[in-house]
T-cell receptor, first 114, second 114 residues
Framework: KAGVTQTPRYLIKTRGQQVTLSCSPI?????VSWYQQTPGQGLQFLFE???????NKGNFPGRFSGRQFSNSRSEMNVSTLELGDSALYLC?????????????FGEGSRLTVL | AQSVTQPDIHITVSEGASLELRCNYS??????LFWYVQSPGQGLQLLLK??????LVQGIKGFEAEFKRSQSSFNLRKPSVHWSDAAEYFC????????????FGGGTRVLVKP
């Protein structure tokens, strides 16, 4: 069974640009969550989608957005990139919306903003 | 607001020795508690979880954790460490109503000496 797949794995952008990251959950999983990991702030929750609806949102500015498609694949977008957006963005899937916290993580997309 | 504190940033342990990682949480209601492990360049993997019931929970890779409500702690232990246990370990707290919105501690990096 394939795991959570995130693309791209690495990318470099410049300030002011936007970026879209993609996540394919484990087959059959319907919930997708996104986390940002930085050395300074650690792991922070961005948002969670379940059945194409945003179920939870963390404390990030509106520049951070996401969506989920009918096949459960998810994308997150960051607009008007800032240097501080440099981070590892982790996607995690779970089978349903009720298996709280039992997450399967991808290897992440490492974003560098110059 | 919930929070998680992992007091030890780094721990060095000899192979074959025991390991204990500390985790203290702050949460108003009964928490859902988790330990995740992250190997270099990888995503996070769930080691074990506590929702309710027996306060000593067993996880994968020979790890166990004990929930102590009076101390607001959920410490992770392993009787005999293997070189492959070198990784970063994260304690996290969640809640049923929060879905997969987890609050993570800052992590403890474990180094294993031969």
């Amino acid at each position: 069974k394939a795991g959570v797949t995130q693309t791209p794995r690495y990318l470099i952008k410049t300030r002011g640009q936007q970026v879209t990251l993609s996540c394919s959950p484990i087959s059959g999983h319907r919930s997708v969550s996104w986390y940002q990991q930085t050395p300074g702030q650690g792991l922070q929750f961005l948002f969670e989608y379940f059945s194409e609806t945003q179920r939870n949102k963390g404390n990030f500015p509106g520049r951070f957005s996401g969506r989920q498609f009918s096949n459960s694949r998810s994308e997150m977008n960051v607009s008007t990139l800032e240097l501080g957006d440099s981070a590892l963005y982790l996607c995690a899937s779970s089978l349903t919306g009720s298996d709280t916290g039992e997450l399967f993580f991808g290897e992440g997309s490492r974003l560098t903003v110059l | 607001a919930q929070s998680v504190t992992q007091p030890d940033i780094h721990i060095t342990v000899s192979e074959g020795a025991s390991l204990e990682l500390r985790c203290n949480y702050s949460y108003g209601a009964t928490p859902y508690l988790f330990w995740y492990v992250q190997s270099p360049g990888q995503g996070l993997q769930l080691l074990l979880k506590y929702f309710s019931g027996d306060t000593l929970v067993q996880g994968i890779k020979g790890f166990e954790a004990e929930f102590k409500r009076s101390q607001s702690s959920f410490n992770l232990r392993k009787p005999s460490v293997h070189w492959s246990d070198a990784a970063e370990y994260f304690c996290a707290v969640g809640a049923l109503a929060a879905g997969n919105k987890l609050t993570f501690g800052g992590g403890t990096r474990v180094l294993v000496k031969p």
